[in-house]
């Protein structure tokens, strides 16, 4: 079984538009992440949740709002797509305590048109 | 910033071993030394990491000198599914973020 999922791995869209890519991770992990690659091909972070609570939140547009229903899923919402929004955004998940190693899903290719 | 120097590319030939250097001169005395990397369209994989000693997994081996400023990857047989940018990363263990820097992109050669 995968470890981390997203949910679509592909997703191509109109300027303007909302959109929501999904994330669950089933290794009981208590933080969650989102990070960005542009094509560049630079990883950024962009947020973290642990136990549903925001705990990193970088210098990412408000149109970026993540949403946790539990533990186990962090979803992230974009509003007002832009050209510029276009990257691969990856999921991850790290549990407290132990090696405090991230483990991270395939991604999302997501194209804005 | 990301903390450490890498080289941007490197090659290897398949079945020797691949040993990826890492520069981190300013590391602090909370901050481990951790091993990601990114094959071609998939997300990054941790590897290995340390704070001082040498470590060794089956995936790997991570030696830090004893000054803690550099660090190597040694990859022990390196296959052609071992192509890929890795990246080295200084962070304290209770520290969520992971600054990725641009990495090494590690061609194996037939």
């Known amino acids: 079984d995968t470890a981390v999922s997203q949910t679509p791995k592909y997703l191509v869209t109109q300027m303007g538009n909302d959109k929501s890519i999904k994330c669950e991770q089933n290794l009981g992990h208590d933080t969650m992440y989102w990070y960005k690659q542009d094509s560049k091909k630079f990883l950024k972070i962009m947020f973290s949740?642990?136990?549903?609570?925001?705990?990193i939140n970088e210098t990412v547009p408000n149109r970026f709002s993540p949403k946790s229903p539990d533990k186990a899923h962090l979803n992230l919402h974009i509003n007002s797509l832009e050209l510029g929004d276009s990257a691969v955004y990856f999921c991850a998940s790290s549990q407290d305590g132990g090696p405090d190693t991230q483990y991270f899903g395939p991604g999302t290719r997501l194209t804005v048109l | 910033d990301a903390k450490t120097t890498q080289p941007p590319s490197m090659d290897c030939a398949e079945g020797r071993a691949a040993n990826l250097p890492c520069n981190h001169s300013?590391?602090?005395?909370?901050?481990?030394v951790y091993w990601y990397r990114q094959i071609h369209s998939q997300g990054p994989q941790y590897i290995i990491h340390g704070l001082k000693n040498n470590e060794t997994n089956e995936m790997a081996s991570l030696i830090i000198t004893e000054d803690r400023k550099s660090s190597t990857l040694i990859l022990p047989h390196a296959t052609l599914r071992d192509t890929a940018v890795y990246y080295c990363?200084?962070?304290?263990?209770?520290?969520?973020?992971?600054?990725f820097g641009k990495g090494t992109r590690l061609h194996i050669l037939p």
């Open positions: 990363i200084v962070k304290a263990l209770r520290d969520d973020k992971i600054i």
């Open positions: 300013t590391i602090s005395g909370n901050e481990y």
């Open positions: 949740y642990n136990n549903k609570e925001l705990i």
